[in-house]
């Protein structure tokens, strides 16, 4: 999945991808510790999608962090 389709996922989805992926990778891992696997590069790939899926996750934890404390600030300073 490329980074501009996982932008336009809503957040619910996103985090059932994550979850999905994590799974996917550890039971992929525990295959290759068993018997390598036939593609050790798929490994690899699961990795990445799982650090690009954190990657859009803490972008819009930190956005919302932000936009709270925007709010709290201008609350803040009209009072």
């Given at each position: 999945m490329k980074y501009e389709e996982i932008k336009g996922l809503p957040n619910k989805e996103l985090?059932?991808?994550?979850?999905?992926?994590?799974?996917?990778?550890?039971?992929?891992?525990?295959?290759?510790a068993v018997a390598p696997l036939?593609?050790?590069h798929k490994l690899r790939e699961?990795?990445?999608e799982i650090a690009r899926l954190l990657?859009?996750?803490n972008?819009?934890?930190a956005d919302a962090q932000y936009q709270a404390y925007l709010k709290l600030t201008v609350n803040?300073?009209?009072d």
């Open positions: 985090v059932e991808r994550y979850k999905e992926e994590r799974k996917r990778y550890q039971k992929m891992q525990f295959q290759n036939e593609h050790p699961s990795r990445r990657t859009e996750l972008i819009r934890r803040t300073i009209e």
